[in-house]
């Protein structure tokens, strides 16, 4: 197939180059437009990941749990953290952060793995990452259900529910739009250079433990003290002030409370740092803008180079 006809009428013409806001423009019609089709592929895609084992979508419950069970059992134990109520504070920052990792990946594959398609049928392919985004909002659903689960049930952690509870849908719309972004760049320059796959699946293992998952920020019995030691100032704030780990300390915050040491203490609107997460939601809607830029301008070449 020539890559003319695949491209939108737009990209047709070799004398003329859409502009940034008709790109833009251009790709919220097409976004619009394919509602229904977004919502049949979303639901394709979450019925996809269940229909190779034998408990199908009954491992989106049961996956949480069990590497509950493993991280605390080797924290805990093994490593002799005793850090009060460990389960609530390892899945408070665990859930959005594989929900991070697990989008991330599957925007790698996003647009290569449909070339069939794009090659066969004319649709908008900027749908296929929103696809991805999309499903990752159904996992995450069930992995913070597991969460309330273990908090109402297991004695004792009842008393880290509140009202900040309410701020989590905010705290996950900022990571929805920062995901989109990053989705955006990873599944169109995917296309052209495979290996950004498997440097994404590098620096996200880093990235498990240099985010404040297993550990925090705090002085006390977190690493705040040690990593200003060994990064300096400057590599410790970018460390502890890069998007990832606001957004999973501002999780913690709402659904663990404030650590204090090896115990915790219930958490205020203040503590959320607002100024850090509206830092963090500016570059995710500039990542997003830009991400969509990119997409559209390399999309005509995509069904050419599949």
């Not at 500039?286 to 830029?293: C, D, H, K, P, R």
Request: charged share 15%; with cysteine.
């Amino acid at each position: 197939m020539q890559i003319a006809s695949d491209a939108p009428a737009t990209f047709r013409s070799s004398a003329r180059r859409p502009g940034t806001l008709e790109l833009l423009s251009t790709a919220f019609r097409e976004v619009m437009s394919r509602r229904r089709l977004i919502r049949y592929l979303v639901g394709a895609e979450i019925k996809k990941k269940g229909t190779d084992t034998v408990l199908g979508n009954v491992w989106w419950i049961l996956d949480p749990l069990m590497s509950l069970m493993v991280y605390v059992f080797v924290m805990t134990i093994v490593f002799a953290r005793k850090q009060e109520d460990f389960a609530v504070f390892l899945l408070a920052a665990m859930i959005p952060f594989k929900w991070f990792t697990q989008t991330l990946s599957d925007s790698v594959s996003a647009v290569v793995s449909q070339g069939q398609l794009i090659k066969q049928i004319q649709f908008p392919k900027i749908v296929l990452p929103i696809v991805v985004n999309g499903a990752g909002l159904v996992n995450l659903a069930f992995g913070f259900g597991v969460l309330f689960a273990v908090v109402l049930l297991w004695p004792g952690f009842a008393d880290h529910l509140s009202y900040m509870i309410l701020f989590v849908p905010l705290i996950a719309v900022i990571q929805f739009v920062l995901m989109l972004g990053l989705s955006m760049f990873v599944a169109a320059l995917t296309v052209f250079y495979r290996d950004i796959g498997i440097i994404i699946g590098h620096v996200l293992r880093l990235l498990f433990y240099v985010a404040p998952i297993l550990w925090t920020f705090e002085s006390a019995t977190g690493r705040g003290d040690l990593l200003r030691q060994e990064l300096g100032e400057v590599g410790f704030s970018l460390l502890r002030y890069n998007p990832v780990a606001v957004l999973l300390e501002a999780y913690r915050t709402c659904i663990y409370g404030v650590t204090k040491g090896e115990s915790w203490a219930p958490a205020s609107p203040a503590d959320l740092g607002w100024e850090s997460l509206a830092i963090v939601l500016l570059i995710s809607v500039v990542l997003l803008v830009l991400g969509t830029i990119v997409f559209k301008r390399l999309e005509p070449a995509f069904a050419k180079v599949l």
